[in-house]
């Protein structure tokens, strides 16, 4: 009984996950095929532009930033709105926070709780506050899982 309780909540968490991957694509969002993201990540699109490719996992607690309120106090001639662009097989661990401006390249691994806070290229492990990359990933690089399967 609980692996069928268990099953059926992961179910209602994919449709759930539609929903919300549809609300994020009107909004302006462009996001590849299979890509996961948690019901528990935040995308904000309000004021930038948000790109996610293909095959990605962003997991709970993620912020993605697309703009920064604070910019036009810093520096009057900057309103503030920016783009985050995240590229194919990208994994982002619980907790990570991209801010506005930043590119994250293909097959790149992004540790729980960092701070992207500059541009991360293709086939790295990066974590920390403020990121810094702590491994090259040899080539060729392994891709995410095509499904994300139930735990039993």
Not at 77 to 83: I, W
Not at 109 to 134: L, T
């Amino acid at each position: 009984m609980k692996s069928f309780i268990k099953m059926m909540i992961h179910y209602l968490g994919n449709i759930l996950r539609v929903f919300y991957l549809s609300f994020l694509r009107i909004s302006g969002a462009k996001i590849g095929k299979n890509t996961m993201i948690s019901l528990g990540a935040k995308i904000d699109v309000r004021r930038g532009k948000v790109i996610i490719g293909n095959h990605c996992l962003i997991t709970h607690g993620c912020y993605i930033l697309s703009h920064d309120g604070a910019a036009h106090t810093i520096n009057p001639n900057d309103n503030g709105s920016g783009y985050v662009t995240i590229g194919n097989h990208v994994f982002i661990g619980v907790n990570t926070v991209v801010m506005r401006n930043v590119t994250i390249g293909n097959h790149a691994i992004i540790g729980a709780g960092s701070v992207v806070n500059k541009d991360i290229p293709e086939g790295v492990v990066a974590v920390g506050n403020p990121i810094r990359i702590i491994k090259e990933l040899p080539k060729p690089y392994r891709k995410l899982p095509k499904k994300h399967t139930p735990a039993r």
